[in-house]
């Protein structure tokens, strides 16, 4: 098309403007780049100079101290008279301004030689670092150390030290010298980078020993791992843009190593102080051009605003058009209008990649040559009730042009004029990712559902604010809720945890890791089943479960049924302290009772017994009449025993045909013979055993606390010299110990009396 000469000018005027616009964008810029490469010439230089001064004062320095090395371990200069040794190990380069002085060092720290005084200072430097450096051999040559501060002046100094060792290479001390830190602040302070400007000098570890301007908090402090240290310890050298730790200020820095020494030096100077002045000529420059610009600008205004009305409908259009088009080409589906001869008016690029046909290629053919005759006549009575008003939506299997099978959603939409149609929108969607993701999801389900059916501890689900949303089996057995009943209750509801004595209840798990947002371990209770009120003692564990975005999306809880393995815990624990064949106390538990008695007795100031009994002629039954009949004699004698003391007191097996009876809170000794006459009148009645009838007799010895101990082990012994004692006298009868010999506890047996205890005065 050709353009009529206000179009002419109105171009002619735009490229002007934009000519002028570059023209002046292009000065601008390259005094932009020309004011960035001066800055980084500058502050190289300044990073290399600095550098020199630095290396060219440490190796002086250096030098000067290898010379008092050399000198303290050459035995002819360390004999020479005090004075003389003097001149002889510290030259002249010590009396260099900022040079601090020297000090020899024993391996102990102390000071052996001072470079300022004759006789050295009584000071010991053993915890700095550049003395226990050198310690195992973990470091040679020189060593920079931390920036530390004069205990006299309050000054600052750099530390610098050199080991030195003796004839047999074993280290014999340490040469240490100072750099005043103002030796190196004059030198920064003599340059000038502008505002927000600063040069800095590090220890290779990324510690600060000075910087300008010059801050007193940041002498000595550790900025190692920070991102321009880093970059510092790359490279040797370099130049970087980046922003400050202090001040958050972008910076352009060039950086330079010291020489060997372990020292680096920064120059940086702020972005903004760099580009100052270039924005000042980037305003008059960018003003000027904005003028020029605007004038264009007007007059291509003047010209184009007749011709804006002329193309305004038409650009409108287009624009329309254009954006419909572009909306459509870019959907996931495919989109089509086709006629009511079911002819095609418009078709989206989608159907490339379904059919491998073009939009071009598809416009004016009928629906037929698309789908092919099999799937038109499966779709057929949709497109039928489409054109009769009527719209469908269905679901259809497709085969791409790569021969793989895809699934789709189709919707046929009538375009209605009045009552009349006068076509078809279409749109099919793939939906082939969503069936997959469908059948995984079944697949995934079905399968979690079969494994919780088929484990045998108990599963509880819950959403988010703790509803049950599954039972597996187990779980339903335990708590004697059923599915149907328990989704949509709280678990509180579902699952009561108590202590194991099942009154008190205890906080749910699942509450726990639902608040925590975190797994809570295995907490053990009981749990009451709802209907039956059985119990069962349970192991609960409760973890969160949450989304791929970390949000909690609800708990699962797991119930391990113990009821079995506490049962035979409690069984065991049971056996490990009483006897199996009587269920009496055994000697565990008697000695743990024994102990507690006498505490209690040195405490309140009473007295307790101690009673060992011995069934008499026992071994003959057992040989006579068997070992079962034995057995069942010593449950009866237990039985017996038991009934006639009181609930505080013990009554132990010892073992065989022996039994010990313990008898706390005695006060006189009269209940102890008391406590004798009933287990003999209770034990003297026959026994029936096995259709026999058997009498049976007794021999028992007593010991008091604290007449005759006081401690069990003690109590015991005599209480069984004193059974013995009562054996060999004629056996049947009870003996209170009394040193070496036993005393008699008669229990009179004449007709129609009552049993009287004959105590003499060893109670």
């Known amino acids: 098309m050709r353009l009529s000469v206000s179009s002419r000018l109105i171009l002619l005027a735009l490229l002007l403007s934009l ?18 490469r001066n800055a980084q010439r500058t502050n190289v230089n300044l990073a290399r100079t600095l550098s020199e001064n630095i290396a060219r004062t440490m190796e002086s320095f250096d030098q000067s101290m290898q010379g008092v090395v050399e000198g303290v371990t050459d035995p002819q200069v360390m004999a020479l008279p005090p004075a003389m040794r003097q001149r002889a190990l510290f030259d002249n380069s010590l009396r260099v301004q900022g ?102 000098l590090f220890r290779s570890d990324g510690v600060l020993i000075v910087r300008f301007p010059f801050s007193e908090d940041a002498v000595g402090r550790s900025l190692a791992g920070m991102p321009n240290i880093r970059v510092f310890q790359s490279a040797r050298s370099g130049v970087f843009t980046g922003r400050a730790a202090h001040g958050n200020v972008e910076r352009l820095y060039a950086f330079q190593h010291v020489g060997d020494y372990p020292l680096m030096v920064s120059v940086a100077q702020s972005v903004e102080s760099i580009y100052a002045g270039w924005y000042r000529s980037a305003w008059l420059l960018g003003g000027f051009t904005l003028v020029l ?99 469908q939506l269905f679901e259809r299997t497709i085969v791409d042009p790569k021969g793989g099978a895809r699934y789709a959603i189709a919707s046929y939409v009538p375009d209605m004029d009045g009552d009349q149609v006068r076509g078809i929108f279409v749109q099919v ?42 039972l597996n089996p187990v779980a339903q057995r335990l708590t004697g809720w059923q599915m149907f009943d328990a989704v949509g209750r709280s678990v509180d509801d579902v699952i009561h945890l108590h202590t194991s004595d099942g009154q008190v209840p205890q906080p749910s798990p699942l509450r726990q890791a639902l608040h925590g947002q975190k797994p809570v371990e295995p907490t053990r209770g009981v749990v009451l089943h709802r209907t039956s009120g059985q119990r069962f003692d349970v192991e609960e564990t409760a973890s969160p479960i949450t989304d791929r975005h970390g949000q909690i999306t609800g708990a699962v809880t797991v119930l391990r049924d113990v009821t079995d393995a506490v049962a035979m815990a409690e069984r065991m624990a049971h056996l490990a302290q009483y006897d199996a064949l009587t269920d009496l106390p055994n000697r565990v538990l008697l000695q743990n009772r024994a ?47 038991t009934g006639v003391v009181r609930a505080s007191d013990t009554v132990c097996r010892q073992g065989g045909d022996e039994f010990v009876v313990l008898l706390p809170g005695i006060d006189a000794a009269e209940q102890v013979c008391h406590v004798a006459r009933k287990i003999e009148a209770a034990c003297s009645a026959p026994y029936v055993l096995n259709g026999r009838v058997l009498s049976v007799g007794l021999s028992g010895g007593i010991a008091l606390f604290p007449q005759h101990g006081d401690n069990f082990k003690a109590l015991s012994r005599h209480a069984d010299a004193a059974m013995y004692a009562a054996k060999q006298a004629g056996r049947r009868q009870f003996r209170l110990y009394a040193g070496t010999d036993a005393e008699p506890v008669r229990v009179a047996q004449e007709s129609g009396a009552a049993p009287v205890c004959s105590l003499n005065k060893s109670f």
């Open 19 to 36: 000519g002028i616009g570059g023209l002046f964008a292009r000065s601008i810029w390259a005094l932009h780049e020309e004011a960035w």
């Open 99 to 200: 040079i601090g002085s020297i000090l020899v060092l024993d391996r102990a720290g102390n000071v052996v030689i001072d470079s300022e005084f004759e006789k050295p200072r009584q000071a010991n430097f053993g915890d700095r670092d550049y003395v226990q450096v050198f310690d195992g051999g973990a470091h040679t040559g020189l060593f920079v150390g931390a920036p530390v501060r004069a205990r006299l002046s309050g000054l600052y100094s750099l530390p610098v030290s050199r080991a030195f060792y003796d004839s047999a290479g074993q280290l014999a001390g340490v040469v240490a010298g100072t750099i005043q830190l103002g030796h190196f602040q004059n030198l920064f302070n003599a340059l000038n980078l502008g505002p927000d400007g600063s040069l800095n």
């Open 293 to 391: 610009m605007a004038a264009c600008a007007g007059l291509a205004w003047l010209f184009a605003r007749e011709l804006r009305r002329r193309q305004q409908v038409s650009g409108q259009l287009a624009q329309a058009e254009h954006d419909l088009r572009t909306l459509l080409n870019n959907l996931p589906s495919m989109i089509g209008y086709w006629d009511s001869s079911l002819h095609n008016r418009f078709a989206n690029h989608a159907y490339v990649e379904w059919f491998g046909q073009a939009p071009d290629q598809m416009r004016g053919r009928h629906i037929r040559e698309l789908l092919g005759e099999a799937l038109y006549e499966k779709n057929r009575p949709y497109l039928e009730q489409a054109l009769q008003g009527h719209a």
């Open 429 to 470: 969607t793939d939906i082939t990712e969503r069936k997959r993701m469908e059948d995984a999801l079944f697949e995934e389900k079905e399968r979690m559902h079969l494994t919780l059916k088929s484990i045998g501890d108990a599963v509880v689900c819950t959403d988010a604010q703790g509803l049950v949303t599954y």
């Open 595 to 641: 102990s507690q008695a006498l505490i209690h007795a040195q405490r309140d100031q009473t007295s307790l017994a101690v009673m060992y009994i011995d069934l008499d002629g026992f071994k003959q039954i057992n040989d006579t009449l068997g070992h079962d009949v034995g057995d069942e004699l010593l449950v009866q004698i237990a039985q017996r025993l």
